[in-house]
Structures are given as structure tokens and as C-alpha cells.
């Protein structure tokens, strides 16, 4: 009895561990962009995501000043450093991995898009990005 008993608990254990996997894969850390020029850190804030450039290639302009959000479409922020720039926001966990209803702030154009997040794995997360009906993915990698 106390076997059979033993055997239930520690297959329920293997079970719990084994399916916990994706659905509980975390999205905050330190992630790199595909064309590797750039690092994002994904943190909670409450109980939403938002994230931040950490690092990327030239931060810095030819003369030594920090690179600014010169695209910007509000005039008022086009003189604050890239880096460091918080360019993620308000995404919401659904479960299993995903986290919807977030926003990201593209620098290079200046332009802010609709955003969902996908942890494939511990290392691999799918990140994609829409205006309209138009969306376009990456997968980005965990560097920390």
C-alpha cells in the first residue's frame, strides 16, 4: 500500500515537472535581437512585461555623443538616449508561455506597434509586431 502510494506521488511529481516546461518558461531576462545588434532586458512591471535596450553595437556617434531617439514623432522625446530607452510596455500573460496586448517602440523608424510574446523554449522567445493587419515576427535569444 505505502509502494503503490510512493509510486502515485512520484509520478505525479515527474508529470508536474515534465508539463510544466513552456506554459512556465519566463520572458524576463536578457534577450538578443536577431541580427545581433542589440539587447533587450524583459522585466515585470506589476503584473505586466515592459523592457528596455540594455545594450547594442554604437550606442555612440561619431563625435562621442550618446545616439538619441532623433525619429521620434514627438518632438519632446527625440533628444533622449537610445540606450536605455524603454521600448516595451503593458504586455499581459495569457498562459502557456504567451503574453498578448503589448506595445513596442521601434527606434529605427519611430514607430510603435501592437506586440505579442512567445516562450518556445528557455532560450527561444517569438516576438512579433503588427500595424493593421500587417505583422512581422523574430525569435530573439536569451543572452541572461
Sequence with gaps: MIKK???SI????????????????????????PNGDSHIEIRHCG???????VWFTEPRNADGTLKVDEK????????????GL??????TETGDGK???GRIYNPEDGQTYRSKLEVKDQDTLDV??????FCKAQTWTRVK
Design 5 to 7: 502510494r510512493l509510486k
Design 10 to 33: 512520484l509520478a505525479g511529481l515527474v508529470a508536474t515537472i515534465f508539463f510544466t516546461g513552456v506554459g512556465s518558461a519566463d520572458p524576463t531576462g536578457v534577450w538578443l535581437t
Design 47 to 53: 503584473e505586466k512585461l515592459c523592457g528596455k535596450i
Design 72 to 83: 521620434n514623432k514627438n518632438e519632446a522625446l527625440r533628444t533622449r538616449p537610445i540606450l
Design 86 to 91: 524603454e521600448l516595451m510596455s503593458g504586455f
Design 99 to 101: 503574453w498578448t496586448k
Design 128 to 133: 512579433s509586431g503588427c500595424v493593421l493587419v
